[in-house]
C-alpha cells in the first residue's frame, strides 16, 4: 500500500508536467481531450479539500482516487508520455517559479 506522502508526490509530478507541457506548447491537445484532463483536476481538487476538511471518512481510499484522477488527466493530455513520465517521478525537483511564468512566442 502506498504511502500518503508517495500519493502526494505523484500527484505533484502529474501536475507539473502538465503544467511544463502547456506553457511549453509542445502538444496541442483537442478540446475534449482536454475537457476530460479539466473535469479529472477539478474532481481531484474537489477530493483532496474534502480530505484536508474532514469531510471524506476514508481518506487513504480517496488519496487514491484523487492519485487515478490526475493520472487520467495527464494520459488525456499526454497519452504517449507515460514511460518520459515515470523516468521524472525518479529525479523529480519541484516546478520554479521561472517555469511557471508566461510562454515566449
Known amino acids: 500500500m502506498k504511502t ?13 508536467e502538465m503544467v511544463r507541457q ?4 509542445e502538444a496541442q491537445p483537442q478540446q475534449e481531450q482536454l475537457k476530460k484532463a479539466l ?3 477539478l474532481r481531484a481538487m474537489v477530493d483532496m479539500t474534502n ?3 474532514g469531510r471524506e471518512k476514508d481518506s487513504q481510499a480517496t488519496l487514491q482516487t484523487t492519485l487515478t484522477r490526475m ?5 488525456c ?9 515515470q523516468r ?3 529525479l523529480s525537483k519541484p516546478l520554479e517559479e521561472k517555469e511557471i511564468s508566461t510562454p515566449t512566442k
Open 4 to 16: 500518503v506522502s508517495d500519493s502526494l508526490e505523484k500527484m505533484n509530478m502529474y501536475a507539473n
Open 22 to 25: 502547456l506553457v511549453k506548447n
Open 39 to 41: 473535469e479529472n483536476v
Open 51 to 53: 480530505i484536508q476538511s
Open 71 to 75: 493520472r487520467i488527466a495527464h494520459n
Open 77 to 85: 493530455l499526454y497519452p504517449y508520455a507515460s514511460s518520459r513520465l
Open 88 to 90: 521524472n517521478m525518479q
